[in-house]
């Protein structure tokens, strides 16, 4: 019955390796999204997925490529992992209004 | 443009009001609001258009001030589970892009 999952819930690796989280929407949403939460827990949108209309904001690295399979999903893959990617993952799926619907998150640690 | 929120944390007991502000230097579609539980996701709690129209939720409320580019949450006769770091997200364009606040952390105390 889970609206919107990730996986994995927690991950942990090594700096320069190349990692994905993974997500999944059952709400027949359009639109799906990721955001990053740092440690002062601000909340920053990179990416949003419409009808494979791709828009990133443009302060987030080419090393970071979201993945979209099919309307359901939107996984988030980060090449060369840095120490400043440490930080909460969120992704998110939004109704007919634009509110969000957050999934639990994936809290990445790169060592 | 990140929205400024106001105040940056408050503590309260139950039973008590609080009011928290987010307001934005550029023209809004929309403001969102949301909480989030420590170690949880956030969580929806209302979304207001711009037309000035309040809604509500429970005991938790909200305005629009699309002049002023500002909305206010109310939370009244607040209880313990209000605690946690409420959220104002603001929409200004057709991209349905939020670009969120820094938060406000409520603490309610028995």
């Known amino acids: 019955d889970t609206a919107v999952s990730q996986t994995p819930k927690y991950l942990v690796t090594q700096m320069g390796n190349d990692k994905s989280i993974k997500c999944e929407q059952n709400?027949?949403?359009?639109?799906m999204y990721w955001y990053k939460q740092d440690s002062k827990k601000f909340l920053k949108i990179m990416f949003s997925?419409?009808?494979?209309?791709?828009?990133i904001n443009e302060t987030v690295p080419n090393r970071f490529s979201p993945k979209s399979p099919d309307k359901a999903h939107l996984n988030l893959h980060i090449n060369s992992l840095e120490l400043g990617d440490s930080a909460v993952y969120f992704c998110a799926s939004s109704g007919g209004l634009g509110e969000q619907f957050f999934g639990p998150g994936t809290r990445l640690t790169v060592l | 443009q990140q929205p400024v929120q106001s105040p940056q944390a408050v503590i309260l007991r139950e039973g008590e009001d609080a009011v928290i502000n987010c307001s934005s230097s550029?023209?809004?579609?929309?403001v969102h609001w949301y909480r989030q539980k420590h170690g949880e996701a956030p969580v929806f709690l209302m979304i207001l258009l711009k037309g000035g129209e309040q809604k509500g939720h429970e005991k938790i409320s909200a305005s629009f001030n699309e002049k002023k580019q500002q909305s206010s949450l109310y939370l009244t006769a607040s209880q313990l589970s209000y605690s946690g770091t409420y959220f104002c997200g603001t929409e200004g364009g057709s991209a349905r892009q939020l670009t969120f606040g820094s938060g406000t952390q409520l603490t309610v105390l028995p």
């Open positions: 550029k023209a809004l579609y929309s």
């Open positions: 997925y419409n009808n494979k209309e791709l828009i």
């Open positions: 709400l027949g949403h359009d639109t």
